[in-house]
């Protein structure tokens, strides 16, 4: 059983999400966020810190390079029952997170626009959110991990019931639905490459003397 003290909120679909957060501060839970989802957590009161904040590394490569950060990766990663694992995470100043909220940069409504380019779909898949998501669902036996905005309020009433924490049983599926959709969106970018992979030129590179 997973108790939610930390939380971690970045997502492209904001449906639910402000009334989501509203119910996990009654827990006392703190909240780490970045982008639009901080934002208009904040517009609406509620108080967070944004990750470049957390980890002390500012987003970098036009915001392609956020949540990759041992801090992060390492607070959910990080198995509590392993104390090798918390000797580290004392260590090199890690802690826990405890909740994953993220659902993916919608990739499908991009690569099916009539006018959408190679170049401009590939700089849109998300990486950090795929990669956030993986970590999390792995360790389902220590974090909660939602992908899916209709999974709020299954969550919600979990914590009531558990008291601020959320069961296995409930982390399990939420863990599995995780990697359902990283697969969905995994095929989504493979089948459009596949079928744009003919219009790509072969160019000349030129070498640059050393």
């Known amino acids: 059983m997973a108790k939610i003290n930390k939380a971690l909120l970045s ?11 509203r119910e996990l501060s009654c827990y006392k839970v703190q909240f780490i966020s970045t982008g639009g989802t901080a934002r208009i957590l904040r517009e609406n009161g509620l108080e967070l ?11 970098m490569m036009d915001g392609r390079v956020k949540t990759l950060h041992p801090k992060i990766h390492g607070g959910l990663l990080g198995v509590r029952s392993n104390p090798e694992h918390i ?58 991990v939602v ?3 209709g999974d709020y309020e299954k ?13 296995r049983k409930l982390n399990f599926r939420l863990a599995a639905k995780v990697f359902e959709a990283t697969s969905r969106y995994d095929r989504l ?19 640059i003397p050393r």
């Open 11 to 21: 997502v492209s679909d904001k449906t639910g999400i402000i009334d989501f957060a």
């Open 49 to 59: 810190m944004d990750v470049s904040d957390y980890t002390g590394c500012p987003e």
């Open 87 to 144: 000797r580290e995470m004392d260590q090199y100043n890690i802690e826990s997170i405890d909740m994953l909220v993220v659902n993916l940069r919608p990739l499908e409504w991009i690569a099916s626009g009539p006018e959408c380019s190679i170049e401009s779909s590939i700089d849109n898949i998300d990486i950090g959110g795929m990669a956030l998501l993986r970590s999390a669902a792995k360790n389902f036996e220590d974090v909660t």
């Open 147 to 149: 992908v899916d905005p």
């Open 155 to 167: 969550v919600i009433d979990d914590m009531r019931t558990q008291g601020g924490a959320v069961s």
């Open 189 to 207: 970018i493979s089948d459009f490459l596949r079928q744009q992979a003919s219009s790509v030129k072969e160019e000349r590179y030129i070498e």
